[in-house]
């Protein structure tokens, strides 16, 4: 006896840990922090993760309370949300945090992927299913379906799918009474009592004065005939009949829940708590549906004592029937046996998918459950690739291609069998369009039509909208295709002479031209100080003044009482002509944009000729030309430590670098003289700051020019050295130090370096390179602060040594030695 109740102990512990149910979803999954999480997430982030799960107060607390959970812990959070308003009371509780995990509503930083509310982990959740895919927040988004797959399947795996039974109003005539549900009894009347009565585990309820009355396995309308027996005993006012003194009324309140298992296909096989009013479809659910492997067509449950009932979803799945669906009951086995035989249907239907079959079923049941076929299916056939039954397959024949008639198939007068691993394809119709003729060009509706029988030229024009008003009727050209060799001819039609024009064959192009469009139009151009210079389209009698209007008006410093016209000179007898040009008086009152700086009107005006003189032809252009003596504003800036920086209007054209230096005031004392830079045009140019002043008008002492910046810098007592060194570092400026000690701060020359050709930039930007005496002697020039050293590279030539370039170099080289050789001893 003691090692049969071991036994028997060391198997339901064993169960149950095999078997999840509810209460695991309390203990987190392994590897996480809910602690940490909760102090790391802020009561706004909870309130938009239970917002984003879609889910309802009533729907939260409902799922709270099955999962074992305290169904207020999310109350404050829903009041945070209603009311617009958090509390500094309202926190991150690991509790609730665990709460929410549980019931499936995703949480950031789970290390461990996204848990159901069963404490599965998401890969068991989706069980390899593409329908989904993670993005950048690690949220599950829903993946859209590229490729066939299981029909049904994504009912039971898409994020927002929920079959949570209603658990609120009537139950239905059938619900039959259990232990766990809530019984709520009202007398009314003589007496007025209300009871809320629990069912116990055996079955019975108990109501004060009257006793235990068993109602386990009845339904609510037998438990009312019950009633009336029981309590007409108690009181005497309970009666069947009219006059009755004292009425009672009998409900449910909350609802038992029942241990159901799911086995099979599926994708959680275990144990689940379910409402008394679940269905099967709810188990499905909440098991993760059938596995790619698992039936749809073929689902039992199994009901002790009683014969398995089949169940085929499908009929919900295309209809929504749920008719068969039938309520489960304590100890029900949700059974999902391996797929049936299987079809994949692709192409032109409205859901491509994996279909199960069950005996008796063919193409139009496979048509009948993909929604039917696309308007622009091909009907007249379907492809279906076959793999070869074992019995039958001989000289490495595996697979075959066969055409079924699918019109005829659809409507019943042809029968096509359909064979497990099937896979059929429906074709899309021809995308080329028959019987259609187009029309192109000068009509009113262009574009393609429809070539009717006896269609011609002059018909399809007509059905076009007719010809414009500078269609070019008497050339109307035709394209004509021959469908043999895939060449096209021209045909051309006059409809002046012949208004119907010949027949219209499939294909045919007819193109009607458009005058304007095959001529050059006529235009005048005009250029210099206008707003919008070029061309513009000849009007007649239109002039020059009112060019510069079409122009959008004369520029700043445009001269506004002439233009010149250039007329193209057309004469054939003088090749040397191009053009002729003459000035004509442009009209007063043309807007000018700063007309009190105008000048006095130049006497010479009168003796032009006005612009109405001289009406403007085809190729005809006209210059605007400038103001004589506008100066347009120049302007140079000037930045870094002087007294006054900022910008400077020069008042001469040649004013100089020290009479703008002159005005800014001069340096400050922490300006740095030897690094005065002018830059023009984004170049620095060498300048030197001191020479400059001491000897204004010199050449030290630059022009200035319109844009030009005067950058005056504080003291840099530091030099950069880059290029073909060891490495590039800034050194210390030392009076005293060569460019060679400057060299030897950064490591010293590089193999590859170029000692002939370093360069020095200065900081006022001036420059300076080594030299070299005789070849032999090196010079460098000097360092200053703020300075930069570049070390070039050597350049590398194809071929090896440069024999040439040192050839030359040598015999320079003794040229010169000999020279100083005769001249000393002469």
């Keep these: ?92 509780d690991a509790t609730f945090l665990g709460a929410l995990r549980g019931i499936g509503v995703t949480l950031r930083g789970d290390s461990q992927g996204m848990w159901d509310q069963r404490g599965l982990a998401r890969d068991s959740f989706l069980g390899g299913d593409s329908l989904y895919r993670t ?9 859209p379906d590229t490729i066939p797959r299981v029909f049904g399947r994504n009912v039971f795996r898409r994020v927002s799918t929920t079959f949570d039974p209603i658990l609120t109003g009537p139950v239905g005539e059938n619900y039959r009474l259990g232990p766990g549900d809530q019984v709520l009894l009202a007398l009314t009347g003589d007496v007025e009592l209300a009871y809320t009565l629990d069912v116990t585990r055996e079955g019975f309820i108990l109501i004060p004065d009257v006793g235990q009355v068993f109602v386990n396995g009845i339904t609510l309308e037998q438990l009312q005939d019950r009633l009336y027996e029981r309590l007409g005993q108690v009181y005497s006012g309970v009666r069947r009949s009219g ?96 797929v049936g035989g299987q079809v994949t249907l692709r192409g032109m239907v409205r859901l491509p998918a994996i279909y199960e079959l069950r005996d008796g079923e063919g193409l139009p049941a496979v048509v009948r459950y993909a929604g039917g076929l696309l308007p622009d299916a091909a009907t007249e056939r379907a492809q279906v690739l076959r793999i070869v039954p074992p019995a039958d397959r001989a ?45 192109a060009g000068a009509v009113w509706r262009p574009g393609q039509y429809q070539l009717r029988p006896g269609s011609t030229v002059g018909s399809l024009v007509q059905r076009a909208g007719g010809l414009t008003e500078d269609a070019l009727a ?90 010149e016209v250039v007329r ?10 191009l053009s002729t040009s003459r000035m004509v008086r442009l009209r007063d009152g043309l807007p000018y944009p700063d007309p009190e700086f105008l000048p006095t009107l130049p006497d010479t005006l009168e003796a032009l000729p006005s612009e109405a003189a001289v009406p403007l032809q085809d190729r005809d252009e006209v210059f605007i030309r400038l103001l004589p003596g506008f100066v347009r504003s120049q302007r140079v800036s000037v930045e870094g430590e002087v007294v ?86 800034r050194a210390v400026y030392r009076r005293g130090m060569s460019l060679d000690d400057f060299v030897a701060q950064a490591g010293g020359y590089a193999q590859n370096a170029d000692r002939g050709r370093v360069s020095v930039e200065y900081a ?63």
Excluded: H
Aim: hydrophobic share 40%; net charge negative.
């Design 243 to 338: 006059d009755a003194s004292t009425r009672f009324d009998v409900s449910l309140g909350r609802l038992r829940t029942n241990q159901v298992r799911v086995v099979g296909s599926v994708v959680r096989p275990g144990a689940y708590q379910v409402s008394s009013v679940a269905t099967v479809l709810e188990a499905l659910y909440l098991a993760g549906g059938p596995t790619d492997d698992g039936s749809f067509r073929r689902v039992l449950l199994r009901r002790a004592g009683l014969e398995p009932v089949e169940l085929d979803l499908y009929p919900f799945l295309t209809s929504g029937a749920m008719e068969g669906d039938p309520r489960l009951e304590e100890g029900d086995v949700v059974f999902v046996p391996p």
């Design 644 to 729: 006054s920086p900022g910008p400077y209007q020069l008042n001469r054209r040649d004013e100089r670098f020290s009479s703008l230096m002159a005005r800014s005031g001069g340096l400050t004392n922490a300006a740095y003289s030897g690094g005065v830079r002018l830059i023009r045009d984004g170049v620095a140019v060498g300048i030197d700051y001191e020479r400059a002043l001491a000897e204004p008008g010199s050449s030290y002492d630059a022009v200035l020019a319109g844009g030009d910046r005067i950058v005056v810098p504080v003291l840099d007592n530091t030099v950069l050295v880059s290029g073909a060194v060891l490495f590039e570092s």
């Design 1 to 92: 006896m003691g090692r049969t109740f071991l036994f028997l102990t060391v198997m339901l512990c064993t169960a149950g840990v095999l078997i999840p149910t509810p209460g695991s979803a309390q203990v987190p999954p392994p590897g996480t922090d809910l602690r940490r999480m909760a102090e790391s997430m802020s009561p706004d982030e909870i309130i938009r993760r239970l917002e984003e799960s879609g889910l309802t107060r009533a729907q939260v607390r409902d799922r709270l309370r099955r999962a074992g959970y305290n169904p207020s812990l999310a109350d404050p959070y829903f009041d945070a949300m209603e009311s617009g308003e958090i509390s500094d009371s309202l926190g991150a």
């Design 568 to 577: 193209l000179d057309v004469d054939e007898g003088s090749r040397q002509q």
């Design 474 to 563: 008497a050339d109307v050209l035709v394209s004509r295709l021959d469908l043999r060799t895939g060449s096209r001819s021209a045909l051309g039609v006059d409809l002046t002479s012949d208004p119907s024009g010949p027949l219209l064959q499939e294909f045919d192009e007819v193109q009607v031209f458009q005058v304007d469009a095959l001529l050059v139009p006529d235009s005048v151009a005009v250029y210099g100080l206008v707003r919008n210079p070029g061309r513009y389209p000849l009007s007649r009698g239109i002039t020059a003044g009112d060019l510069v209007l079409l122009a959008g008006g004369f520029q700043e410093g445009a001269a506004p009482w002439s233009a």
């Design 764 to 826: 006022n930007g001036s420059r300076a390179v080594v030299s070299k005496t005789l070849w032999l002697f090196r010079n460098t020039p000097d360092v200053e602060p703020g300075s930069r050293i570049f070390v070039p590279s050597k350049v590398e030539t194809d071929g090896g040594f440069d024999w040439d370039s040192a050839l030359t170099r040598i015999l320079a080289v003794t040229s010169t030695v000999a020279t100083v050789y005769i001249a000393v001893n002469r």
């Design 395 to 439: 000289g490495g024949v595996d697979r075959v291609l066969l055409d079924a008639p699918l019109a005829d198939v659809l409507a019943g007068s042809a029968v096509f069998e359909l064979g497990g691993g099937d896979v059929i394809d429906v074709f899309p119709v021809m995308d080329r369009l028959r019987r259609q003729v187009s029309i």
């Design 135 to 143: 993005d950048s927040l690690g949220y599950l988004v829903a993946e």
